[in-house]
C-alpha cells in the first residue's frame, strides 16, 4: 500500500508529467476566451472605455469582483495573443490593462463584507494560480522579445496571491497546495525548454 501511494505522489509530483501529462492538480483550469479587440487594433481604446464603463457601474463590491474577474480573463488572453504575435508594444499595453483590472479585482475582494467573502477571495487566490499555470504553458512556444511578458504577469499574479490568501477560509491555504507546486514545476519545465532550444 506504501509503495502504491508513493508510487501515486511520484507522478503527480513529477515535473515532467505536471502539467503536461494525463494527471494534474487543475482539473478544469480557466481556459483561455477569445480576447476580442487587441491592443493592435483601432478601436481598442473604445473596448477599454466600454469595461471601464461596466466597472463604474457595478457599486457593489461582490458584483465589482465578478466584472474585473472576466475582464482579467479577457487581458490574459490579450497579452498571450500579443506575445504570440510577436508584437511587444501591444503586449505590453494587454499586459497593463491586465494589471489595473487585477487590482480592480483585489480592491474589490477586500471590499466585500459579505459572509462569502473569504470564499470570494478563495476564487481569487485560485484564479490567479490558473492564470500562472497557463501562462507558463504557453511561455516555451513565445518570441523570445514577447516571452518575458508572460514571465511579468505571472509575478503580478504572484504578487496578488501573497496578499489575497490570508483573507481566505483557514483550510484553503492547504487545499491548494498541490496546484501551488505545480504551478512551480510547470514555470521550472517551461524555462528549461526555452533554454533547451
Avoid at 491592443?39 to 466600454?50: I, V
Wanted: with cysteine; net charge negative; proline share 5%.
Amino acid at each position: 500500500m506504501r509503495l502504491l501511494l508513493a508510487s501515486i505522489l511520484l507522478v503527480l509530483c513529477d515535473p515532467a508529467l505536471s502539467g503536461h501529462g494525463t494527471l494534474s492538480a487543475f482539473t478544469d483550469p480557466d481556459v483561455l476566451v477569445d480576447p476580442g479587440r487587441t491592443p493592435d487594433q483601432g478601436d481598442y481604446d473604445l473596448d477599454r472605455s466600454e469595461e471601464q464603463a461596466r466597472l463604474d457601474a457595478a457599486a457593489d463590491p461582490y458584483i465589482r469582483y465578478g466584472v474585473a474577474y472576466a475582464i482579467c480573463r479577457e487581458k490574459l488572453a490579450e497579452v498571450i495573443a500579443m506575445a504570440d504575435s510577436g508584437k511587444p508594444l501591444a503586449a505590453q499595453t494587454a499586459l497593463d490593462e491586465y494589471a489595473r483590472n487585477l487590482d480592480q479585482a483585489w480592491r474589490a475582494v477586500v471590499g466585500i463584507k459579505r459572509k462569502s467573502a473569504p470564499d470570494i477571495a478563495g476564487h481569487f487566490v485560485n484564479t490567479l494560480l490558473e492564470h500562472r499555470y497557463i501562462a507558463s504553458l504557453y511561455f516555451s512556444s513565445m518570441p523570445s522579445a514577447t516571452a518575458k511578458m508572460l514571465e511579468r504577469l505571472a509575478a503580478l499574479a504572484t504578487d496578488y496571491h501573497a496578499k489575497a490568501l490570508p483573507l481566505t477560509p483557514y483550510t484553503f491555504a492547504e487545499s491548494i497546495r498541490l496546484k501551488e507546486h505545480e504551478v512551480l514545476w510547470s514555470w521550472e519545465a517551461a524555462r528549461r525548454a526555452v533554454r533547451g532550444q
